[in-house]
């Protein structure tokens, strides 16, 4: 059985400025000084001493949050293309709340979020199930790779959300949020398949 500990980057300027920064990887999508700071009280509490790897989404905030948790732990890190954000298309880079007010009947009233339909707006956007079938591709790759391992993924709020999304298959995405920055998620995995996912945004 592979233990993934699925970690949210911390805190970045477009965070701040309810941008959607889907895959943007520009000075707005670098972390903050409180990003900073949230990165480093995680390493301080978290212990990745028995774990076998940190694998890594290759925008810049994921590997700013990356390099402050593996300072001590010196753990190798993979960039994987899989772990990518959502893509909202020609919606990234905008402001949520002027979007929400365009578009709201596409928005979750409650949580302010994109539901699955948005792409019939932002036609070039990434699709609710395509994000989960490669976030499922990724846990089963790496189940294979680190079998009876625990590995620690540094990754996106929605990419958090399609692994948890993965093992619930809920009928409605929108009953799990988008966890909080640097949150843990556990899930594990065993050879066959079987997930469990043993707590969520903690």
């Known amino acids: 059985m592979t233990t993934f500990y699925f970690i949210r980057h911390g805190q970045t300027t477009a965070n701040t400025l309810f941008i959607k920064q889907g895959i943007i990887n520009d000075a707005r999508t670098h972390l903050t000084a409180t990003g900073k700071q949230q990165a480093a009280r995680l390493a301080a509490s978290f212990d990745m001493s028995g774990c076998a790897a940190m694998l890594v989404s290759p925008l810049a905030r994921t590997q700013e949050t990356a390099a402050i948790l593996n300072a001590k732990a010196h753990l190798p890190i993979i960039l994987d293309r ?9 919606w990234d880079g905008q402001n949520n709340h002027e979007l929400e007010r365009k578009f709201p009947d596409v928005y979750d009233p409650i949580l302010h979020d994109v539901l699955p339909t948005y792409v019939k707006y932002a036609t070039d956007g990434e699709t609710f199930t395509a994000v989960v079938a490669r976030v499922r591709a990724f846990m089963a790759a790496q189940t294979a790779a680190y ?3 625990s590995l620690v993924v540094v990754t996106h709020g929605f990419t958090v959300k399609a692994a948890a999304l993965a093992v619930l ?25 079987a997930a469990q996912l043993w707590y969520y945004n903690r």
Do not use: C, F, H, W
Request: proline share 14%; net charge negative.
């Open 147 to 149: 079998p009876d391992q």
């Open 169 to 193: 298959k809920p009928t409605d995405p929108m009953t799990l949020p988008e966890p909080d920055n640097t949150s843990v998620t556990k899930i594990t995995q065993t050879a066959s398949g």
């Open 82 to 90: 899989r772990l990518l954000e959502i893509s909202y298309g020609k």
